[in-house]
């Protein structure tokens, strides 16, 4: 399949500010000062820099994670806690759901592990094509 050119980030600017500085706010690690020092920043940046195409949420349960941080091995990730990566699902799904300023496509991770199959790589890559052509392209059946 004809893939359109694209620049993939594994992270962005948004879930930085909404999502993990958001949660050092909450957990007390970034100041109010900060913190509104912080926010002004991100919302001139987001008038400043043109939006992605699309944004790939990757929606995972706690268990789901877990699995896959111990797959990863990396040792400074095996003390992360399922009440973070709980708090994390929540400031995520809400930064999500109002997010607008592009199309954002939910992969089911719990259901779709890209790393283990190929064919629901294939599947999210296909989908993630049809997106970027402007068309809707097959969501993620149940199955």
Excluded: C
């Amino acid at each position: 399949m004809d893939v359109p050119r694209a620049v993939v980030q594994d992270r962005s600017f948004y879930e930085d500010a909404e999502v993990f500085a958001r949660a050092l706010h909450l957990q007390g690690a970034i100041s109010d000062r900060d913190w509104n020092t912080y926010q002004g920043l991100y919302r001139t940046l987001t008038t400043l820099l043109a939006p992605p195409d699309l944004v790939v949420y990757l929606r995972a349960s706690v268990p789901t994670l877990q699995e896959r941080i111990a797959l990863r091995g990396r040792q400074f990730e095996a003390r992360i806690t399922n009440e973070y990566l709980e708090s994390l699902n929540e400031l995520y799904e809400e930064w999500i759901s109002g997010f607008s300023l592009s199309p954002v496509l939910v992969v089911p991770s719990d259901r779709l592990d890209f790393v283990k199959d190929s064919k629901d790589l294939d599947l999210i890559v296909d989908t993630v094509a049809e997106r970027l052509r402007g068309r809707q392209g097959m969501l993620f059946p149940d199955g």
